[in-house]
């Protein structure tokens, strides 16, 4: 087993796309995988990682705790910005197209084309801000 990068040419090269796809449509009651939120939602970037990781659960897990270590803030804050642009997917892959975005200054949504499935995935982000008195 390779040592994990948080590097976005190494998690695209080792991406296993099939098992992402199945993992982002999956609906929650079908599912009993960490990330298997209702309608394919939660961070979907935590569903790339885990389909470009080849390790048990455990590992899993601290491997996410390291992606929210400070030495990958710079790494974070760029797929976060993919996340919120709805341009993830397509850096990806070729299989995804970005259709529509629409960006509501906290919130955004977008539409995707999977090339591969034949369909459009809606997905939306809501950014949430924290101030501390």
Known sequence: ????????????????????LKDIYVLEKDSNKVSGDKYGGGDMFFKVIRNSFDGDDDAYGMLLNDYDDKKNKEFKLKINKYQFDGTLLPKLSDNFKLEQHFDFYLQSHYLIYSKSKKI????GIIVILVTIM
């Open 120 to 123: 459009i995935f809606i997905y």
């Open 1 to 20: 087993m390779n040592k994990f990068k948080f590097d976005f040419n190494y998690i695209k090269k080792n991406l296993n796309q099939k098992n992402f």
